[in-house]
């Protein structure tokens, strides 16, 4: 694997590695014009490919597919032929046992300047992890000048096929401890009602009056809060989420073209070692997984996932970073 560095005039600075073409790190400028590194990585770049943590299926900062998410079964039906599908206690996650957050991606171009950018290739073969279709996939990860980080995915297939791709960074924009303390809006007004094993119903639940409604933003720790792994269904207007510490000064806006983003925040990380010596406590971080619908394929109602071979894939998200006022 290698690894690379981008930079803009005002010193943002976010590293990239080949391996699932990942977000190592990412370093903004905090109300005392600090860099603080608002993206979870670990100490080094070879412990993502270490079996511990591996084994904690944590995806840091990975480019998620061919499916990001659960599907439910253990095969895929497109038309008369069927695909099976790796699953875990009958559940498909995050495109199977050798995603693509564990391939080598090939570094397509580098611009370094004004509005720096990589982007990233990989050539997904027709059967790999059971999906059909040779998927030719690119990201280009860019850092504009108003201290943006643009991910644009793009794919094409040479068959009709399930995509469903996403970038899983854990964000703390203290750089440490816990997000308890940061504020939160979600422009959402349902989440996906799922099942024990976090798959779909199919039903849309009102986060109104629950522990889902961030329409109004509010501190994440000020309720009893016990952690999300949930799909919001998106509004379309111009912001779908913020996210702000007043400890840092920091705040984040999330923009994206996707139907849905799914929260994510973990209890803790246990037996890892963090870049910098960060030390994370309980609730240590938060991923925004812009995305389609969990289990889209089995369900029919759902915004559809299926790419054909005259259409291009497209996933655009931008994390916009200021100071609070």
Known sequence: ??????????????????????ILSLKVPDKNNKLVNVVVGLSSSDDYSA?????????????????????SKSELHFETKKYPIHTIDGVHLHGGKNGFDK????VENIIN????????SYLSKHLEEGYPGNLNVTVTYTLTENNELKIIYAATTDQTTQVNLTNHAYFNLNGEQSIL??????????????DNRLIPSGRKNPVKETCYDFTEKSK??????????DTFILNKNHLNVEISSETSGICMDVFT??????????????????????????????CFET???????????????????????RNETTFKFSVLK
């Open 1 to 22: 694997m290698n690894t690379y560095i981008l930079k803009n005039k005002n010193n943002l600075e976010l590293e990239i590695s080949t391996l699932g073409a990942t």
């Open 51 to 71: 079996e511990h943590y591996l084994q904690n299926y944590l995806y840091l900062g990975t480019t998620v597919g061919r499916y990001a998410g659960r599907i």
């Open 103 to 106: 391939k080598i991606w090939k």
């Open 113 to 120: 300047g004004e509005n720096s950018s990589i982007t990233l």
């Open 181 to 194: 303390d940061h504020e939160l809006f979600i422009d959402s007004d349902f989440y996906l009602d799922v």
């Open 220 to 229: 994440i720790g000020n309720t009893n809060f016990q952690g999300l792994d």
């Open 257 to 286: 073209n996707q139907p849905a983003i799914v929260v994510y925040t973990p209890k803790r990380f246990d037996g890892l070692t963090f870049k910098e010596n960060a030390i994370y406590s309980d609730f240590p971080a938060i």
């Open 291 to 313: 995305q389609h619908y969990p289990d889209t394929p089995n369900n029919p109602d759902f915004p559809s996932t299926l790419l054909q071979p005259d259409e291009v894939y």
